[in-house]
Structures are given as structure tokens and as C-alpha cells.
């Protein structure tokens, strides 16, 4: 739930219930966008515009980590949300479906009510189905693995490897686990796979390496990379930063895992 705070001193004077709607519109907008994988500055966009729609001035801003709206409504008070960003994925339908929301609203083509139905509809939309994304994960890993060069028996490696990684990613996130441990427990799965299918298979051997890179292609943060350098771009150099550093902790974690299995299996005499 979403609290309003106003800055007039009078104690007794009201907010307008309209104003306070509109902002919930827009904040619950951008939370759903961000928490999805939009860019600061469109989330930011997307909110201005439906604020600026409905209230005679308005202002959002906007981080990696949390909302800020503020808006004047008809009798002079400032209305301000707050929103903390708990969670963050990657969906990108949702952010195209709030997107064409915001400009349908804009153009009054849907009412307050119906925007909000709208919005409550796109936030329960599902992700897609666990099997699909290990069967995408898989076949990621094994087009790597070919394209960096690897041979048939070794893009069949990948392939599995992809699928166990795909089932170690949906897991971890329906359990809630955060994407550093995620990263960590993936990386150290596909070298401690790498290592045992090299060991059994003579033929995947040459290829060791590539397995790996191909294999870890699907846990690179790319997206959190592009959008760093997006918001940079903007002049948001706060969320830019921010989304930078988060990158570089997914990738050290890759890193991490992977090392550390290989630096084990180097101890314990495992030599390829």
C-alpha cells in the first residue's frame, strides 16, 4: 500500500482523491517497470506522462532501488509516494505492456479505473513456463559453443550443460535466492559438469574451454550492462553507476564459481 505525505502544514485540509489515485497509477507503473528490466529514464518517461496527464504539475524520480513521485494537486498541496524496489527480473513484455498503457491513458483511451485493472492484470502476468526456459538455456549454450568454435560432441556437452543450468536458475529463483548466489551456484555448476564430461569423453577435451564459455553465456549480465550504459548515456548517472556495479557483481560471481571448482579439481589432481 502506498502512503500519501504532503508538506502543507494545515493538518485539517485533504487530498484530493483523484490526485492520490493518479500518482498510484504512476508509481505502480514504474515500480512494474523497473522491477522488470526497464531503463531509469523510461520509467521515469512513463510516469511523467501519466502524471502530467491528470495533475497540473508533477515530477518522478527515479533509481535502481526505489520510486519518488511528487505532484501538486488543485488546491496547492504536494502529494509524494514513495516506493522501495524490493525485487528485480527481467520481463520484458511487462515493460511493453505498461508502456502501451501509459500512452493509451495519455490519449484517453482508458479511464483511471480501467488503467488501474489494466496495470493489476500486467503485474500477475506470468514468466514463461520453467521448461521453455531451460530448453532456451540449453540450446544458448550449445549455439555459443559452436560459434566459439567447438565441435559437435562439445556443443552436445554444453547443450546438457545449459539444461542443468536452466533447471539450477528456476529453482534458485522461485526460492527467492539473490542473483549473486544464483551466479555463483550456476558458475560453479558448469565447471564442475565441463570437468566430469571432459574426464569421460576423450573427444571434449581439446574443447574444454569453450564449453565453458559457451556454457556461462546465458548467466552474463548483458541486459544489466546495456542499460547502465543507456542511463549513462541519459545523463542518470546515479542508477547508472548503481546497475554498473550490480553487473559487476553478477559477473565476479560467475567468476567466483567457476574458479573456485577449477581451482579444486586443480588441488585434488584432476588435470585435463
Known amino acids: 500500500m502506498l502512503y500519501p505525505r504532503t508538506n502543507n502544514r494545515n493538518p485539517e485540509q485533504v487530498i484530493t ?20 528490466g526497464a531503463e ?43 516506493y522501495r524496489i524490493k525485487k528485480r527480473s527481467l520481463h520484458l513484455g511487462k515493460v511493453a505492456a505498461v508502456n502501451d498503457l501509459s500512452r493509451a491513458y495519455v490519449k484517453g483511451r482508458l479511464t483511471l479505473p480501467e488503467a488501474m485493472e489494466r496495470l493489476a492484470v500486467i503485474e500477475a502476468m506470468p514468466r514463461y513456463p520453467d521448461a521453455i526456459i531451460m530448453a532456451a538455456m540449453a540450446v544458448t549454450s550449445a549455439c555459443f559453443t559452436y560459434m566459439f568454435g567447438g565441435a ?15 533447471l539450477h536458475v528456476t529453482f534458485s529463483q522461485g526460492k ?11 558458475g560453479a555448476i558448469i565447471a564442475l559438469l565441463t570437468l566430469g564430461a571432459c574426464l569421460v569423453c576423450a573427444g ?49 560471481a560467475i567468476a ?17
Open 204 to 252: 571434449a577435451r581439446p574443447f574444454f574451454d569453450k564449453i565453458i564459455i559457451g556454457s556461462l553465456m546465458p548467466l552474463v549480465p548483458g541486459l544489466k550492462f546495456t542499460n547502465a550504459v543507456r542511463d549513462v548515456i541519459e545523463g542518470d548517472f546515479l542508477s547508472g553507476a548503481s546497475r554498473l556495479m550490480d553487473a559487476l557483481l553478477d559477473a565476479a
Open 40 to 82: 531509469t529514464y523510461r520509467v521515469e518517461d512513463t510516469m511523467k506522462r501519466i502524471m502530467n496527464a491528470s495533475t497540473r504539475s508533477g515530477e518522478p524520480f527515479a533509481l535502481p532501488t526505489g520510486l519518488f513521485a511528487s505532484a501538486e494537486d488543485e488546491t496547492g498541496q504536494v502529494v509524494t509516494l514513495v
Open 152 to 166: 559437435a560432441v562439445s556443443c552436445a556437452v554444453s547443450f546438457l550443460i545449459g539444461g542443468a543450468l536452466g
Open 256 to 272: 567466483a564459481g567457476i574458479g573456485a571448482v577449477l581451482s579444486l579439481g586443480a588441488y585434488w589432481g584432476f588435470s585435463l
Open 17 to 36: 482523491l483523484s490526485t492520490k489515485q493518479v500518482m498510484q497509477l504512476a508509481v505502480l507503473a514504474g515500480q512494474i517497470m523497473m522491477e522488470s
Open 176 to 186: 527467492g535466492l539473490a542473483d549473486v548466489l544464483v551466479n555463483i551456484g550456476g
